[in-house]
């Protein structure tokens, strides 16, 4: 057809009114169905697609949640497993024990501090910090080791250690004491 104006083309009866090509139709249709069937393929596929998407986000969702929640519990479990107490009920009672005859020498150690005794109560004060530092490597070793005995030994040898050091510290105070007063007696 001319680019005519449409006026123009009925005023001169100027219509395009020849047939196709014999074969034409059938090639029109081959191709029209060829391109429908090829769009259907591709909407099958983003259907599936958009059918998948929503249901795989949710579940990366999930599982990043349960890392995020699973990782937290490990985390507090992993903090508690390089305790004393995490390895066994009998070994959360020595614990106890070790850990409440410590308060109690230390509480007594903190009353006997006078003027004449305060170097040798800063001294033992001192190696307590240093004992408990070292009980804190330990722990971080029972974590490493996975609960070997030998760390486990050597984590109640260092409640044992405590102990000793606040006993004798306690004796030498006393020691300190009588001495003072024998020598107030014979000042007198």
């Given amino acids: 057809m001319k680019n005519d104006n449409i006026n123009k083309l009925f005023n001169e009866l100027d219509f ?3 047939e196709p090509a014999t074969g034409h139709k ?7 169905e060829e391109q429908n069937s090829h769009s259907k393929n591709l909407t099958k596929g983003s259907n599936s697609r958009s059918l998948w998407a929503p249901m795989l986000s949710v579940a990366a969702i999930l599982a990043i949640a349960f890392m995020v929640f699973a990782g937290f519990f490990n985390e507090n479990s992993y903090k508690n497993q390089g ?7 009998q070994m959360k009672e020595t614990k106890q024990f070790y850990t409440q005859l410590i308060e109690t020498e230390l509480q007594n ?28 490597e330990l722990q971080k070793d029972l974590r490493n080791s996975g609960q070997d005995k030998r760390v486990i030994y050597a984590m109640i040898s260092n ?11 306690l004796d030498q ?11 107030d007696e014979n000042y007198i």
């Avoid at 059938?26 to 191709?31: A, D, G, M, S, V």
């Avoid at 150690?109 to 804190?136: F, H």
């Fill in 109 to 136: 150690l903190k009353a006997e501090n006078a003027p004449g005794t305060e170097a040798i109560v800063e001294d033992a004060l001192t190696q307590l910090a240093k004992l408990e530092t070292e009980y804190e």
């Fill in 83 to 89: 305790d004393l107490a995490s390895v066994s009920p």
């Fill in 16 to 18: 395009d009114n020849k």
């Fill in 26 to 32: 059938e090639r029109f249709l081959e191709k029209l």
């Fill in 159 to 169: 409640f044992q250690q405590r102990i000793d050091l606040l006993k004798q510290v």
């Fill in 173 to 183: 105070i006393e020691n300190i004491k009588s001495l003072k007063n024998k020598s």
